[in-house]
């Protein structure tokens, strides 16, 4: 989380007026307008563009609060809109982390791709493992939903018909296509303990 000290009182009582950071703030809201992002990664993304505009070649110059190409300067503006969107409620980490551990766990992907994907958004460690819970027994469900879905076929609604297609498709399983499938599930993220009772190990 940011502090307000983090950023200088200056940039902040001109958050409204300045026009480079009017512009970044623009830029903020329609990113969070497309998604959720976690304070990291929208930060990287405002820093990015921030760069890479003509918009603000001239524009610091033009300052005298500013440098060119000086990147704390360009931190400061970018974190004081950062600051301006999580007053407003625009970003929060915690949010950001509850909606992607669910919308990943739907999509079919284990709790150790998952982490790691948050690690790299920028998601601490208390959040991660607060809405990951590697021992948790849903990991085992939803391996075997993905398994049924993906490689069962006459796959069912039905839970107790798709385990019989489950038990009598591992029956056939030569070892290339159980490391085949070994592999795809350790792609995913899910730890062996989920994948080998779905392979008949």
């Known amino acids: ?6 950023v200088s009182t200056e940039l902040n009582t ?8 009017k512009q970044v703030k623009s830029w903020a809201f329609d990113a969070l307008s497309r998604r959720e992002h976690s304070v990291a990664e929208l930060r990287r993304k405002l820093v990015g563009k ?9 524009s610091f110059r033009s300052s005298p609060q500013f440098m060119p190409n000086d990147e704390s300067n360009i931190a400061e503006v970018v974190d004081s809109v950062l600051i301006h969107c999580q007053q407003l ?7 950001f982390a509850e909606m992607y551990v669910r919308d990943r766990q739907q999509r079919g992907y284990g709790p150790l791709r998952i982490r790691l994907d948050l690690y790299h958004k920028g998601i601490d460690e208390e959040l991660v493992s607060a809405f990951v819970d590697i021992e948790g ?11 049924q879905r993906r ?26 296509t159980r490391a085949k499938r070994l592999r795809f599930f ?5 730890l062996p303990k989920h994948i080998y009772p779905l392979l008949g190990g």
């Not at 989380?1 to 983090?6: E, H």
């Not at 001109?14 to 950071?21: C, G, K, P």
């Not at 921030?50 to 070649?57: G, H, Y």
């Open 1 to 6: 989380m940011l502090r307000m000290s983090d």
């Open 14 to 21: 001109e958050l409204n007026n300045a026009d480079v950071i």
């Open 50 to 58: 921030v760069q890479q505009s003509p918009f603000f070649s001239s």
């Open 89 to 95: 409620g625009y970003i929060c980490d915690e949010r």
């Open 137 to 147: 027994d849903h990991w085992f469900e939803l391996a075997e939903d993905l398994y």
């Open 151 to 176: 490689f069962v076929r006459g796959y069912a609604i039905d839970h107790n018909e798709n385990s019989e297609y489950l038990q009598a498709d591992t029956k056939k399983l030569d070892q290339k």
């Open 186 to 190: 350790q792609t995913r993220g899910f």
